[in-house]
């Protein structure tokens, strides 16, 4: 079996060939980090980082690279703002940003570089450019002439001659063009700046990520990826001061996640409905964040709301509690099944872990993937319907859920420390309650525990609890 990748270059399904056998390097567009992060944010995060995971699964040695965008107008605006400098307001949103991720399962990147670290290779790239003719100094700005690059467009699939006469460009008369897009910018009273060939000024946006991506992973990657709204013009502008730099294909894949709405409107300020991250993760958790995320396509936009929500969480609690009654049975299961039984539950397992390469395989098809933990959800519970069960498949149906969980960055473990003294002594106490026949207090416990969080569930093997 071999991945295929939607390359939005193509737009086709191709077979998924790294550059180097066994390797893949992948470089993913970050935030910039003027404010806390809104949920839109969140996507790519767990999209790309279930991609990273899942190709490592595979076998890959996988180097993943995400920039951290610490320079551009709203950085500054929102500093002049805070009263604060530019740095310090980076420094700010950039440690919420991981936090936030952290709380997603996001895997920190393997590289994070900041822009304010980049600047020599910056200065570097923007001079190669105007030696080669493709950029041009104008007032103390740095422009790449887009007319140079006779492929421009090829990723957001729009000729050059369509983009220049639909181009809804203010009017600039430094420029040569009104495509011609701006890699270094002449210093402004009270903005953050840097000494340059140009005089002082400062980075581009669209300038740093191919500076990030020759630095820290070469010429040539294997896969970029960010947002749809990033496809044009920030992707279409890297790829051609890029490749006019090297002469070398910038990325061979390009993968870019759909949109995110709120009620079926698109977020935005003006409508009401901004949702931060943050926000949404104290009120439902990570995990459920997460595990909506990945419910659907990543190449097929998602509504967020109150309802799909819940419906997720039900779905989520479902594969939490197949696997815990799992892990709860081992405690009593047989040494051994009967003959036939084994092989049976064996090739089961089997059956599922290929059908859920098989979804991952297909383009990262995450939707079909949790499908599958629902197959193996359903399974499970079948066969803990037998009277005895053999330890050996328990293990194995609990492994497997660890496995495929993992690879989608879901965590199906209870967090056993929360369990503290007090609790355990008040089911001890319950149980000894039920034992005496004091239904009254065992009931009045079980309320008390409800309103700790803690869900007990009453089981022939005994008492075992949960998170509500």
């Known amino acids: 079996m071999s ?171 430094k420029k040569e063009s009104p495509l011609d897009f701006v890699l270094w910018k002449a210093a402004k009273p009270g903005e953050i700046t840097w000494e340059s060939p140009w005089g002082l000024g400062r980075p581009g946006w669209h300038i740093e990520c191919s500076a990030m991506v020759l630095k820290f992973l070469g010429e040539s990657i294997d896969i970029h990826a960010g947002g749809s709204d990033l496809t044009f013009p920030h992707h279409e502008n890297e790829i051609a001061q890029s490749e006019c730099m090297t002469g070398q294909v910038f990325a061979r894949y390009w993968l870019h996640n759909a949109m995110l709405n709120i009620d079926n409107e698109k977020m935005s300020k003006s409508l009401g409905n901004f949702k931060l991250a943050r926000d949404l993760i104290k009120e439902y958790g990570g995990q459920l964040i997460r595990f909506f995320m990945l419910s659907g396509h990543y190449r097929s936009p998602i509504n967020f709301s109150g309802e799909m929500l819940e419906q ?90 660890l496995e495929l969980a993992a690879v989608l960055g879901l965590e199906l473990e209870e967090d056993s420390a929360l369990l503290d003294e007090e609790i355990e002594a008040l089911i001890v106490e319950r149980t000894e309650s039920r034992k005496s026949r004091n239904f009254a207090r065992a009931d009045e416990i079980r309320d008390l525990l409800t309103d700790k969080g803690i869900l007990l569930e009453d089981t022939p093997q005994g008492v075992r609890w949960r998170r509500k």
């Open 312 to 401: 997720a969480g039900n779905g989520l609690e479902r594969i939490q509690t197949a696997y815990a009654n799992a892990k709860h049975r081992l405690t009593t299961a047989r040494p051994e099944e009967p003959n036939g039984v084994a092989e049976e539950q064996a090739a089961i397992i089997d059956q599922l872990r290929q059908k859920f390469i098989r979804e991952m395989d297909d383009d990262l098809n995450t939707a079909n993937a949790i499908t599958v933990l629902f197959d193996l959800t359903k399974e499970v519970n079948l066969y803990l319907r037998h009277e005895n069960v053999g330890k050996a498949q328990l293990e194995a149906y609990r492994d497997l859920f």
């Open 3 to 173: 991945i295929h990748l939607y390359n939005t270059m193509s737009r086709k399904n191709e077979e998924f060939i790294p550059l180097e056998p066994g390797k893949v390097k992948i470089y993913v567009c970050g935030p910039t980090v003027y404010n806390y992060i809104h949920i839109g944010n969140s996507r790519p995060a767990i999209v790309f980082d279930t991609l990273r995971r899942y190709l490592s699964y595979r076998g890959y040695q996988v180097t993943f690279v995400q920039n951290i965008t610490d320079v551009e107008d709203k950085l500054i605006r929102a500093a002049n703002e805070e009263n604060t400098t530019v740095k310090e307001l980076a420094d700010k949103y950039m440690k919420a940003y991981n936090e936030d991720l952290a709380t997603l399962n996001v895997l920190p990147p393997d590289i994070q570089p900041r822009v304010m670290e980049t600047i020599p290779e910056i200065i570097s790239f923007v001079e190669a450019l105007v030696e080669k003719g493709f950029a041009y100094e104008s007032e103390g700005d740095v422009y790449f002439r887009t007319g140079r690059f006779k492929e421009y467009g090829k990723l957001s699939h729009q000729p050059i001659d369509d983009l220049q006469a639909g181009a809804r460009i203010e009017v600039n008369e």
